[in-house]
Nanobody, 111 residues
Framework: QVRLVESGGGLVQAGGSLRLSCTVSGGIVGSDTMAWYRQAPGQQREMVALITPGGSTNYLDSVKGRFTISRDNAKNTMYLQMNNLKPVDTAVYYC?????WGQGTQVTVSS
């Protein structure tokens, strides 16, 4: 069974940066499409970025140019580098692979 564990969230001022990590166990990080989602209070969960086994990426329009999804096969870990953070990026961020989800990590951006 696949297990996903996120880390790296926290409190940051607007304009700051954070890097989220998603460590995979029970599977190989590069063998399937994986994604980052986020959910703000009172809002639906939305996909932020995804990466395919071939390395193709796709992003939510509002994060293009600010966020970068990547993976390290040796560490079996996926990342989300978030730069120039804005208060609207405040949410719980989740990593996802097929039916599996992590527990989420809180990102809070203060103005």
């Amino acid at each position: 069974q696949v297990r996903l564990v996120e880390s790296g969230g926290g409190l940051v001022q607007a304009g700051g940066s954070l890097r989220l990590s998603c460590t995979v166990s029970g599977g190989i990080v590069g063998s399937d499409t994986m994604a980052w989602y986020r959910q703000a209070p009172g809002q639906q969960r939305e996909m932020v970025a995804l990466i395919t086994p071939g390395g193709s990426t796709n992003y939510l329009d509002s994060v293009k140019g600010r966020f970068t999804i990547s993976r390290d096969n040796a560490k079996n870990t996926m990342y989300l580098q978030m730069n120039n953070l804005k208060p609207v990026d405040t949410a719980v961020y989740y990593c996802q692979r097929r039916i599996y989800w992590g527990q989420g990590t809180q990102v809070t951006v203060s103005s």
